[in-house]
C-alpha cells in the first residue's frame, strides 16, 4: 500500500537517534513492503527552529512543508503554524498527485492535533475515491494530545466553562469534523478513545468508526545491554543510605505543560532539610529553561544538586536513566496528557 503520515511534530530521523511514534510508524510500515511518505513541517515544535532537509531513511521518505514560526506551543501563533501547514500540505499534495508522479495514497494517517489538517485529508480522501477507479482511500485519526480542551487551561479557572465554550466554538467545530470524518480513530490512550466517544455521543449522529488503542512506546533495543538485576555488591554500590546521591531525571520538553517549577521548590526545601544527598538532573529545553535556570542559581541549586544537560544523544540519555532511581512527570492537575514518551523512556 501506498501510506501517508502527517505529523508535524516529532523529531525526525536527522534531528535524534531516538525514534517516537512516527519514525516507528514509518519504519514498521516501510519494512512491511509498504512505500511511506512522512509529510512534517519545516519548522521544530521541540525547538522552535527552522529544520534541514531529511534524507531519506529505514525505507521511507520525509517531505516538508513550509509553516510560519511560533514561541508557545499554546498560543495563536501556533494555530497560524497549524492552518498554514494543512493549507500547504493539500496544496502539494494535489500538485503532485495530479502532475509530479506523487502515488495516489491508500492510507492517510493524521495526527491529532493539529485540527486543521484533517479537513483537507478528508477533501483528497474523497477527490481520489471519486476519481480512482477501486479505490478505498482511507484517513485515520490518531489522536495525540487533546485538542482543543486543552486550550481550556489559558483561561482564568472562573471563565473555563462559561466564556470558554464560546471562545473555543470554532475549534470544537473542527473536532467535531475531525472525527466525524474520520474512517477509523486510533489514540495513544484509553482517556483519549474515551473523549471521541464523547463527541459522537453528544454532537455526532452516525455510528463511531472502528476505534483503536495504540499505546505510546519506547525502542527496547536501546536498552538492551541494560541489567535489570544487581549483584549484593551493586546494590551497596546503588543504595541511597551508602552516601550515594539520590538521582531523579526529568526528560523532555520544558514548556508551560509540566511544573517544573515545584521542582525547583522541593529541590530548595531539601536542600534546607538536607534530608539525604540527592540530585535533579533536566535533560531538554524549552520555554522555562531560561526561568528554571536562573531560579536554581539564586537559590544555590545549579550544577550542586540541579543540572541542566540540554537536549542529549541517545548514549547520553540511556547512560541517566540507568543512573536515575526516579522519573518524573510533573504533569498539571488539570492536565489531559494521557501518556506521555518520557513515562515509556523511563520504564524501559
Not at 475531525?178 to 455526532?204: E, H, M, N, P, S
Not at 544487581?230 to 523532555?252: D, F
Not at 522541593?266 to 538532573?281: C, F, G, T
Amino acid at each position: 500500500m501506498q501510506i501517508w503520515i502527517v505529523n508535524p511534530f516529532d523529531q525526525l530521523p536527522n534531528e535524534t537517534d531516538v525514534p517516537l511514534r512516527y519514525w516507528t510508524l514509518c519504519r514498521m510500515f516501510a519494512e512491511q513492503g509498504h512505500e511511506v511518505i512522512w509529510w512534517s513541517s519545516d519548522f521544530s515544535h521541540l525547538t522552535k527552529s527552522k529544520r534541514a532537509a531529511c534524507p531519506p531513511t529505514d525505507g521511507f521518505t520525509v517531505r516538508l512543508i513550509e509553516t510560519p514560526p511560533y514561541a508557545k506551543n499554546i498560543s495563536f501563533a501556533r494555530l497560524r503554524n497549524h492552518k498554514a501547514f494543512a493549507i500547504s500540505f493539500f496544496r502539494e499534495a494535489m500538485i503532485g498527485l495530479k502532475g509530479e508522479g506523487l502515488k495516489v495514497p491508500d492510507r492517510i494517517i493524521l495526527s491529532l492535533p493539529p485540527l486543521d489538517v484533517a479537513e483537507y485529508a478528508f477533501r483528497i480522501r474523497d477527490d481520489l475515491n471519486q476519481n480512482t477507479p477501486n479505490l478505498n482511500c482511507q484517513v485515520i485519526v490518531d489522536i495525540q494530545d487533546a485538542w482543543p480542551e486543552a486550550f481550556y487551561q489559558v483561561l482564568p479557572k472562573p471563565l473555563r466553562q462559561t466564556l470558554g465554550p464560546l471562545l473555543l466554538y470554532p475549534l470544537h467545530r473542527r473536532a467535531r469534523r475531525t472525527y466525524g470524518g474520520a474512517d477509523k480513530i486510533t489514540a495513544v490512550g484509553q482517556t483519549y478513545v474515551d473523549l471521541a466517544k464523547k463527541y459522537f455521543a453528544r454532537w455526532l449522529k452516525h455510528k463511531i468508526p472502528p476505534t483503536h488503542l495504540c499505546y505510546l512506546g519506547a525502542d527496547l533495543h536501546r536498552f538492551q545491554n541494560h541489567r535489570t538485576l544487581c549483584t549484593e555488591k551493586e546494590k551497596q554500590q546503588y543504595s541511597v543510605t551508602n552516601k550515594r546521591p539520590l538521582q531523579a531525571i526529568y526528560m523532555g520538553s520544558m514548556g508551560s505543560s509540566y511544573d517544573l517549577e515545584t521542582l525547583i521548590e522541593v529541590a530548595d526545601r531539601w536542600k534546607k532539610e538536607e534530608i539525604l544527598p540527592w540530585q535533579i538532573h533536566f535533560a531538554g529545553a524549552g520555554s522555562q529553561l531560561k526561568a528554571l535556570k536562573d531560579t536554581s542559581q539564586k537559590r544555590g541549586l545549579l550544577n550542586g544538586r540541579v543540572f541542566f544537560h540540554g537536549y542529549l544523544e541517545n548514549s547520553a540519555i540511556k547512560q541517566l536513566l540507568e543512573e536515575a532511581d526516579l522519573g518524573i512527570v510533573p504533569n498539571r492537575p488539570n492536565s489531559l496528557v494521557a501518556c506521555p514518551n518520557k513515562a515509556c523512556e523511563y520504564a524501559a
